[in-house]
């Protein structure tokens, strides 16, 4: 059997009637909502790599994963110190990228020596037991990771970041201003 769709004009009232008749014996078919994040990491490198603007000097690139992050500061002219702590080789080489493998609030790592700090969505994870091999929770490893990126960076150093929630009380105990 075939079934053709036939086009039937009626006035709007006697088609809001029929369809309400319809609908109390075949109720609206309901459309789950699927959040799909895939591709929600490559907007936040972009909206990060946006704000990093052409120049030299040095950046350092905070959860650097495999580095999508560092190729756009050395295109823009800037040497780079990319952290992760997952372990394992680096998928490229580049001789204005230097890798650390590392947690970095147990690093040795410079002070006052960058003049961008990239974290994208990186610091919101630190301290959490069960992620990335971390055994212990630490509740604040968020607010020290700040911290301490803070004094990596120069005095007029900038930090381009995000995160993925943002707790406002915790972020005025770092910057000293409280943000709504």
């Not at 560092?70 to 992760?84: E, P, S, T």
């Not at 490229?92 to 994208?120: M, S, Y």
Request: glycine share 8%.
């Amino acid at each position: 059997m075939e079934r053709y769709l036939v086009p039937v004009y009626m006035p709007r009232m006697l088609f809001a009637g029929l369809r309400r008749f319809k609908r109390v014996f075949i109720p609206p078919p309901v459309q789950e909502s699927v959040l799909d994040l895939s591709g929600s990491r490559d907007i936040e490198w972009s909206y990060i790599a946006s704000r990093l603007p052409v120049g030299s000097g040095s950046v350092f690139d905070f959860g650097c994963g495999t580095g999508n992050m560092c190729i756009h500061a050395v295109q823009k002219g800037y040497r780079v110190m990319a952290l992760d702590l997952e372990p394992g080789p680096f998928p490229w080489t580049h001789a204005n990228v230097e890798i650390v493998r590392g947690d970095l609030l147990k690093l040795d790592l410079p002070e006052q020596a960058f003049d961008f700090v990239l974290n994208c969505s990186t610091v919101e994870h630190v301290g959490l037991a069960g992620r990335y091999g971390v055994a212990v929770e630490e509740s604040d490893g968020d607010l020290a990771a700040m911290q301490r990126l803070r004094r990596m960076l120069k005095p007029s150093g900038k930090m381009c970041a995000l995160a993925s929630s943002v707790r406002t009380e915790k972020t005025s105990k770092i910057t000293g201003r409280l943000h709504h």
